[in-house]
């Protein structure tokens, strides 16, 4: 799909999206809660579909609600089919893999687009130690597992994703019989450790840690119990809202919760940082209109995920801005720290990737012109962001990459007054 932007004044104000990394860590505890809960404001992005596909074939029922909330039925992991798919979804494949090896079946764990080349050597590594045989194309997808899981002391690596963990967490979390602990080195990406722990918690799974270096999970009488989750504002769609109306207008954006765990709730250190307008009520935060913004330092190491709209903040903001963290963008849905400089360099931003740090030379007029999406969601939407201020219309090729995070978003900026046209 082609989208073109013409440059656009934005105002009004609109609702962010659901989350996806809290939907799919509902639809996870919901699957291991025996019983029924209820999921209000569940997402509609191809990784929450995904989700809700996985859970099915892993035994679940999930009714949709006249009101839009659904209803998941689960008496725990039972799986269906002897394939699941986690479509394109990092977070899915490391969750859900774990959690299918709680049964004693057959296995086989698949992905599509860029899921087939992002690496997954830790199941090779760890699930061995825990009772599951596995099969892999040397790291890569398909997987094939047989469980169960046998839940033991163990120590991983954190380093390259924090998603591992959550799946060994949530899969410990309905099955130990003893306490036992995962000792972590070099974890990154920790606010989404702090996510997991927060939905398991509001499903009645405990688990305490010391200094995110080990995890300890007790038994429980139950492990985990329905409930009702709402799912929360996602922070990191909205990342590229409030740098659209930091750059390009004076909106609205509503529905985010300030005291959310999400990492990308970060964004607003930034903002704050470039000296835009902002003003920050108990449930909507205004932002604009464009004042000179100032060039930025972040560390974006624990939140990787800002990379892409910092850049199109930076774009606009006076001087050279760096954001620290660039190795942790190499296994993303396109190496995005190259995907980043090349797409920006099509529109006039020079970006010098400096080992960690990305250095945004800023302040300068950003063209018109022709941009591809790399097949990555957060790419398209960056670029969409900065067309908004260029001096002529940005073609984004292969811009329906945004269904993966937040499918409403060109249709946002849209009722924000942006020309966007597909
Ligand atoms: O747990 C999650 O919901 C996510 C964790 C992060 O990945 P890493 O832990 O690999 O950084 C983030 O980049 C991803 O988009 C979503
Ligand atoms: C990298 C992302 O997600 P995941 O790792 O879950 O595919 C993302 O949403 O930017």
């Known amino acids: 799909m082609i989208v073109k932007i013409k440059p656009s004044v934005l105002t009004g104000s609109v609702i962010a999206p659901a989350s996806k990394s809290s ?39 999930v009714v949709e609600n006249e009101d839009g909330s659904i209803t998941i039925h689960s008496l725990g992991v039972d799986p269906i089919e002897e ?56 790291g890569k997808l398909p997987l094939q597992i047989q469980g169960p899981l046998v839940p033991s002391d163990i120590e991983v690596d ?49 688990v305490t840690h010391t200094n995110y270096e080990v995890f300890h999970l007790e038994p429980q009488g139950k492990n985990y119990e329905p409930q009702v989750y709402t799912v929360e504002g996602d922070w990191s769609g909205a990342a590229f809202l409030l740098v659209a109306g930091a750059i390009s207008g004076k909106i609205t954006v509503k529905g985010l919760d300030l005291l959310s765990t999400q990492a990308d709730r970060e964004v607003m250190r930034a903002l704050k940082d470039c000296e835009c307008d902002l003003t ?102 960056a670029c969409a962001v900065a067309a908004l201020q260029a001096d002529d219309e940005v073609t984004i090729e292969d811009a329906e990459a945004i269904n993966k995070s937040y499918p409403d978003f060109y249709r946002h900026l849209q009722k924000l007054g942006a020309t966007v046209n597909f």
């Open 158 to 206: 954190g380093s390259l994703s924090s998603q591992f963990l959550t799946g060994l967490l949530m899969a410990y979390g309905a099955s130990v019989t003893k306490p036992v602990s995962i000792k972590v080195n070099n974890l990154k990406s920790k606010p989404y450790i702090d996510l997991t722990l927060k939905v398991m918690e509001s499903f009645g799974r405990k």
């Open 280 to 381: 920050v009520g108990p449930n909507a935060i205004n932002i604009g209109p464009p004042t000179d913004l100032k060039a930025f330092d972040f560390d974006a190491t624990d939140c990787p995920d800002l990379f892409p709209p910092l850049v199109a903040l930076a774009a606009y903001c006076g001087g050279t801005s760096t954001i620290k963290g660039v190795s942790r963008l190499a296994h993303k849905e396109s190496n995005r720290g190259l995907t980043l400089q090349e797409e920006f360099g099509k529109m006039g931003t020079k970006i010098t990737l400096q080992d960690d740090l990305m250095l945004i030379e800023g302040g300068s007029e950003l063209f018109g012109t022709t941009v591809h999406s790399r097949h990555d969601h957060r790419i398209a939407m």
């Open 23 to 61: 939907m799919q860590r509902a639809c996870a505890a919901a699957l291991l809660s025996e019983g029924a809960s209820e999921i209000i404001n569940p997402g509609k992005s191809n990784d929450d579909l995904a989700a809700l596909d996985v859970i099915q074939k892993l035994g679940a029922r």
């Open 83 to 138: 394939e699941i798919n986690c479509g394109e979804s990092g977070l899915g494949i490391r969750m859900f893999t774990p959690i299918a090896a709680l049964s004693n079946g057959h296995i086989t764990i698949n992905g599509t687009g860029s899921l087939s080349t992002r690496p997954m050597h830790f199941f090779d590594e760890i699930f061995p130690k825990l009772n599951i045989k596995i099969h892999s194309r040397e």
